[in-house]
């Protein structure tokens, strides 16, 4: 594959015609000047701003909905998005060190991880994701931060071909959206540099069986989900991928605190995944989700 060719490839999908007036939408931003921005839990960007202006920065956003990652306060305007990201942000925070590493964010979505990664100093932040949705709601939040993480129309296929390797790498959430899970966890390892390690989450069913769900059509009506293993199978796909170290960081169940529907979302929400009369099922009768955090290196 021809990594420069798939990029300049991609960069068309911005003009789709669904993407192509949100683009538009970004040219009439006016270059507000920022007094402070907070990457805490909500990520706050701060200044003085006139009502009108206010009102446009909220049409801009709004118009770009759905926002699944977040919070965002952009110049007084909260964008409650569909998941509250901080907590599997902060889940995850105690157990990394990103000061002077070259990181990567796989499925970054409009990069509310990479915005708070940027306070722990890293050396370089690359996100990847093939939505042109979700890259224009970065360069939205990233019009005011005017960080200098750089965003790839990319998926984690493109990983082995891409032009660096990384000693970070967060894949949060993709992992069972994938019909050859090897494959994909191969493809993560060919993306690190050496002693770099990768930061997995995805679903997982309960159980001490070297088994996985194959779920006939959806998994809580999410159309693309293709297996969701035990963790010792999924210990088992990451040591045939070639991981030797396979760290249990954190298991949870996913709940309505975490997922839930807002104004700033389309459709439904996890309360509408889970069975009305039994919420440890989705509403195709499958367990409902847990997911487990892993570190994997090679050592």
Not at 137 to 162: A, M, R, W
Request: aromatic fraction near 14%; charge should be positive.
């Amino acid at each position: 594959m021809d990594i420069e060719r798939i990029q300049k490839e991609r960069l068309s999908w911005l003009k789709w015609k669904n993407i192509a007036p949100l683009r538009e939408l970004l040219k009439t931003l006016e270059d507000i000047k920022v007094s402070e921005i907070e990457f805490e839990d909500v990520i706050r960007i701060i200044g003085e701003v006139s009502f009108k202006q206010k009102e446009h920065i909220k049409d801009v956003a709004w118009a770009m909905r759905p926002w699944r990652k977040g919070p965002f306060d952009i110049f007084g305007v909260f964008i409650d998005s569909e998941w509250k990201s901080y907590i599997k942000y902060n889940l995850l925070k105690k157990y990394f060190n990103l000061k002077g590493k070259v990181v990567a964010d796989i499925g970054c979505n409009n990069g509310y991880y990479m915005f708070r990664m940027l306070k722990e100093n890293p050396k370089e932040i690359v996100g990847f994701d093939p939505s042109p949705l979700f890259k224009t709601q970065f360069d939205f939040i990233n019009f005011y931060i005017k960080s200098d993480i750089t965003y790839e129309l990319l998926g984690v296929e493109h990983l082995p071909i891409y032009k660096k390797k990384f000693d970070v790498i967060f894949c949060l959430g993709v992992l069972y959206h994938r019909s050859d899970p090897i494959l994909m966890l191969k493809w993560l390892k060919e993306g690190l540099n050496r002693d770099g390690e990768v930061y997995l989450d995805t679903f997982y069913i309960q159980g001490d069986d070297e088994i996985a769900l194959c779920p006939k059509k959806r998994y809580s009506k999410i159309p693309n989900v293709h297996f969701i293993p035990t963790i010792k199978t999924l210990k088992n796909w990451c040591q045939k991928a070639g991981f030797n170290s396979f760290e249990v960081l954190e298991k949870q169940k996913t709940t309505t605190n975490e997922q839930r529907k807002t104004e700033w979302i389309l459709g439904e929400s996890l309360e509408d995944f889970l069975d009305k009369n039994n919420p440890n099922l989705t509403v195709e009768g499958y367990p409902a989700p847990r997911r487990v955090y892993v570190r994997l290196k090679i050592v």
